[in-house]
């Protein structure tokens, strides 16, 4: 679900009821202007019919998106988040939704100054994401990147390193040179460098992990 795109994987689009409101979502969401209220109106619907655990963890991480992503309404963007996170963790075979709210869900407790909340919930997320290497990287420099706004450059390093390795042992490229996700780590590195030589970080450096550094993972 690229920038809270409402989409209905195929094992998941069944029912012509859930096809029909996340048409519905979708079409008010990528209107000009968007019309967020409706979208998330029909994303809620799909509650009422009392849909199977996937559905029911993927809709929460679909109104939560949305309202993280276009609203200001950070309390029920969290409580949705939070239930997908929730749910996801229950399901077999379900890592992209369930990693996609970690992710997510601990962005936005870094937003509300939560970092307490943040660092467990990233490292859990790590512990079960190590037979997903897309996310296992993805999550590793996402904390790594809290850590280097706290300033704890020693944490920030250690889990780069484990990032490193990690992709090396699992032949991924998501740190190596020229691969498609070098920028973050190399970036990160050398924001953490700069840091030790008491030189600013640029302004992208944030706990958006859809921002600068992590985008293109």
Known sequence: MATAAVVAPQAEASESWYLALLGFAEHFRTSSP???RLCVHCLQAVFQFKPP???EARTHLQVGSVLYHHTKNSELARQH???AWLISQQIPQFEDVKFEAASLLSELYCQENSVDAAK???RKAI???QQTPYWHCRLLF???QLHTLEKDLVSACDLLGVGAEYARVVGSEYTSEGGDGSF???ELSRTINRRESGVSPPHTLSCDVGAHYLSSL
Do not use: D, N
């Open 120 to 122: 467990p919930l990233l």
């Open 127 to 129: 512990q079960i994401s």
């Open 53 to 55: 655990q996937r559905i």
């Open 81 to 83: 988040l939070e239930k």
């Open 184 to 186: 973050q780590g190399s």
């Open 142 to 144: 996402q904390l790594a």
């Open 34 to 36: 968007p019309k967020i």
